[in-house]
């Protein structure tokens, strides 16, 4: 409605306006007879309001638009807004709130040629921004010339407001013209045997987030000693907030986010109390509190960031489903000079190509992947391949993005019904294995053949195990597994209770063949030992305070991990254990991968793998520096061989073999264990 002041000459140029509330709605202006009130009808101005408009040609085929007039809809029609009182702190504001995290110079000599040959129509109104805003509409807006009543036609002076972005590198055409992420450098130490002491300097991201279901949002942490932690959300704000999306090449922050909204880290609080004033370069810059006593990570902060519009969403569509989030997966291809829809082949369709689609619409997380799609009819007209040979990590922004044919198609099944499809959900489960039990309760047991009938026939027994009579030891490194769901939707398994397979020897139902693999490895990367856990039974074994348990085994009961709650496959059950019958004493790996074969979504991939260092010496075996994968510093990480994530590689093979290497592992030469690592080793020692 209209806003005015009845004594309105005394309110000061750029005065915040307050919003009515309900108590409000008698207010009557009393506007003298004739006169009309000054202020306009609206000052709220929302994102759909404003818009970077591309002028020159090279601008207007670029995607995202990064330079243009700043235009204001008013009264349904576009305007521009007159650059006399126009500073760069206004353009950072407005760069940031387009995604961008900061703003450049640009050539203002083409802009006047423009703007004399086009007469501009100008906004009647001013904008004064500090530059720490996270939007438009929190900037102060005043009086501008065209309120003086100079016309509508008029910017004495000046010009229409221009605005030149830099994108950050995900979304630059290149990445070396993208926003540089703010970096500082960590030196590192590696022991690589005997007397090879190296330092290494490199630089280190400082921030990232993760939890996430689309790019720039999620938990934000932060590295310090070479160790990934969280940040508390005591007094976390939208001026934090902003920094840390800037730091990370997106722009201001959407929404500052507490409570562990996007699911809850494990490790150490790094930060607290963190207050910033917008500008820093860095959320370390910010003053902040280095205690963090009280705060758990059920108070993570979290961000969701301003990002550029890709128009990636328009590429892609789901057809047939009974609800948004759900149905046949369909592309948006150029074909013979024009753009015509199709479906994906649904050959090696599978979650991690679910995942990258879902985030692509903007729907969060994949619930399931489907290889055949008769139940969802699409568009009868786009029922030809259009996609295949489709091959995601998880990471990418859109299937375009992921390995693919291009033009040469190959799909044996073709479309139609047999086309990919999927479902989506807002919220995804986070399994995250606790590193400390698995230190405090390794141990050896030898173990006759005669007693591990059943565990034979799971397979859970090295290949040597073969041709050793009955009466011959097994000599066993066993552990308990405590398997935290942090994520924000409870864990279930890919199969419903009819297709769960029933094992005769153990008489119990598996609802998942591989829960876990487990893996010792030499020092150079070598798998020296193999192990495997079917899920028997998911359960809750214990939950967080004020969590309820769910899920439990008992008489056929449903199987799940539900959110707050853990389960625990103790060390003296069947399989939970790696055989090492076959090894010469040493030192080694031990790794630890869950849910390896992604059969159920996931928000984080990268901390299912735990490791350990492990040192047997031929009587005892000692279990330390256990740590998540992902929780550590690179260089850091670089002293553990075996996996770095679990997330796959572009076009590598999906078998869940643990023993795939990402791009990057690093390989250390010589047997004994680092000296930093020699004094903390904290693993229980038995015989």
């Known amino acids: 409605g209209l806003v005015c002041f009845d004594t309105y000459d005394t309110v000061p140029v750029g005065h915040s306006l307050r919003t009515l509330t309900s108590s409000d709605e008698h207010l009557r202006?009393?506007?003298?007879?004739?006169?009309?009130?000054?202020?306009?009808?609206?000052?709220?101005?929302?994102?759909?309001?404003?818009?970077?408009?591309?002028?020159?040609?090279?601008?207007?085929?670029?995607?995202?638009?990064?330079?243009?007039?700043?235009?204001?809809?008013?009264?349904?029609?576009?305007?521009?807004?007159?650059?006399?009182?126009?500073?760069?702190?206004?353009?950072?504001?407005?760069?940031?709130?387009?995604?961008?995290?900061?703003?450049?110079?640009?050539?203002?000599?083409?802009?006047?040629m423009f703007a004399r040959r086009r007469k501009p129509s100008y906004w009647d109104y001013s904008v004064n921004c500090t530059g720490n805003e996270a939007h438009l509409s929190s900037c102060h807006l005043g009086r501008g010339d065209m309120a003086e009543g100079k016309g509508n036609g008029t910017c004495t002076g000046g010009l229409p407001v221009v605005v030149s972005c830099v994108p950050g590198r995900a979304f630059a055409p290149t990445p070396q013209r993208g926003f540089r992420k703010a970096f500082r450098q960590e030196t590192h130490s590696l022991y690589l045997g005997c007397c090879q002491d190296i330092w290494l300097l490199n630089q280190q991201p400082l921030v990232r987030l993760r939890g996430g279901a689309i790019v720039g949002e999620g938990r934000v942490e932060v590295l310090k000693g070479g160790e990934w932690g969280t940040i508390c959300d005591d007094h976390w704000s939208l001026l934090a907030s902003s920094v840390v999306c800037r730091e990370l090449g997106f722009g201001t922050a959407k929404e500052s986010l507490s409570g562990g909204r996007l699911g809850q880290g494990m490790g150490p609080v790094h930060m607290n109390e963190v207050q910033c004033s917008g500008f820093e370069k860095s959320i370390t810059e910010c003053l902040f509190d280095k205690e963090s006593l009280g705060c758990s990570h059920e108070e993570d902060a979290a961000v969701r960031c301003n990002v550029p519009a890709m128009g990636f969403q328009e590429q892609l569509r789901l057809r047939g489903g009974r609800n948004p989030f759900e149905g046949r997966v369909e592309v948006l291809v150029e074909r013979n000079g024009s753009l015509v829809w199709g479906t994906v082949c649904s050959e090696g369709w599978g979650t991690m190509e679910a995942m990258v689609t879902c985030r692509q619409l903007g729907l969060g997380f994949a619930s399931s992947a489907f290889q055949e799609t008769w139940y969802w009819p699409g568009d009868v007209n786009a029922d030809g391949v259009a996609m295949s040979g489709v091959r995601c990590s998880g990471t990418e922004m859109t299937l375009s993005h992921c390995l693919h044919h291009g033009a040469h198609l190959a799909c044996p099944k073709g479309g139609g019904r047999n086309a990919a499809g999927v479902s989506c959900s807002e919220t995804a489960p986070d399994l995250v294995l606790n590193p400390q039990v698995v230190e405090q309760t390794t141990y050896m047991e030898d173990r006759p053949m005669f007693m591990l009938q059943c565990a034979y026939e799971e397979d859970c027994l090295a290949s040597g195990s073969r041709d050793a009579p009955a009466t011959a030891n097994r000599r066993l490194l066993r552990f308990s597994s405590q398997i935290h769901n942090n994520g924000q939707s409870d864990f279930r398994p890919k199969a419903g209770r009819h297709s769960w397979v029933w094992h005769e020897c153990h008489r119990h139902y598996h609802s998942m063949e591989v829960f876990t693999h487990y893996d010792l490895f030499s020092l150079n990367g070598t798998k020296v030992a193999e192990g495997h856990k079917a899920s028997f039974c998911l359960e809750d074994s214990e939950c967080d305070e004020g969590i309820d348990k769910r899920y439990e085994c008992a008489n056929f009961g449903e199987q799940g991990i539900t959110v707050g709650c853990w389960d625990t496959y103790r060390h003296d059950i069947d399989c939970q254990w790696v055989d090492i019958s076959d090894i010469t004493p040493g030192d080694y790996i031990f790794q630890v991968v869950i849910n390896p074969n992604y059969e159920v979504p996931e928000s984080d991939y990268s901390n299912n793998i735990m490791k350990c260092r492990c040192r047997y010496d031929g009587n005892r075996v000692w279990m330390y520096s256990c740590h998540n994968g992902g929780s550590l510093s690179s260089e850091s990480e670089q002293a553990f061989p075996g996996l770095l994530s679990n997330q796959p590689r572009r076009g590598a093979a999906r078998a869940g073999d643990p023993g795939t290497r990402g791009p990057g592992d690093g390989r250390l030469t010589g047997s004994a264990a680092p000296p930093w690592l020699r004094e903390e080793r904290t693993g229980r020692t038995q015989r």
Request: contains cysteine; aromatic residues 10%; charged residues 25%.
């Open 29 to 112: 202006c009393h506007t003298p007879s004739g006169q009309r009130p000054e202020f306009p009808a609206n000052l709220n101005i929302q994102v759909e309001d404003v818009r970077i408009r591309a002028i020159l040609s090279s601008y207007r085929k670029r995607i995202p638009v990064t330079e243009g007039y700043v235009e204001v809809k008013d009264g349904g029609k576009w305007k521009q807004i007159c650059n006399a009182d126009w500073d760069p702190q206004n353009s950072r504001v407005i760069c940031g709130m387009f995604g961008f995290p900061g703003e450049r110079k640009y050539n203002a000599r083409v802009y006047k």
